[in-house]
């Protein structure tokens, strides 16, 4: 079992910054491949970046290349997401999500562990 806890969203203003934390407790964090999901009202949960295990491959949706970063940790068991020139189409509820194996994964359903989310409010 891995539980996985995120932190740091918030509130901010359109062009501004956020960090995102992922903390994991349980199985080795390091035989884990990670990544990043967001949901908005009414949408479905999209991919928004993903990380190898050991954090030399990394991997962006579209929409947020070139302004988020994803990067992790594993002596300190966390993940990162740093988000910069935040759009209020960037608000949402954001999840941490791991999958066993080295492999980047794009798709929610390949993911087996979740942490419980946390809001990103970005206004105009």
């Known amino acids: 079992q891995v539980q996985l806890v995120e932190s740091g969203g918030g509130l901010v203003q359109a062009g501004g910054s956020l960090r995102l934390s992922c903390a994991a407790s349980?199985?080795?964090?390091?035989?884990?491949?990670m990544g990043w999901f967001r949901q908005a009202p009414e949408k479905e949960r999209e991919f928004v970046a993903a990380?190898?295990?050991?954090?030399?491959?990394?991997y962006y949706a579209a929409s947020v290349k070139g302004r988020f970063t994803i990067s992790r940790d594993n002596a300190k068991n966390t993940m990162y997401l740093q988000m910069n020139r935040l759009k209020p189409e960037d608000t949402a509820v954001y999840y941490c999500?791991?999958?066993?194996?080295?492999?980047?994964?794009?798709?929610?359903?390949?993911?087996?562990?979740w942490g419980q989310g946390t809001q990103v409010t970005v206004s105009s």
């Open positions: 999500a791991a999958t066993w194996g080295n492999a980047i994964v794009l798709v929610t359903t390949q993911y087996d562990y």
């Open positions: 349980g199985r080795t964090f390091g035989n884990y491949a």
């Open positions: 990380i190898n295990w050991s954090g030399r491959t990394t």
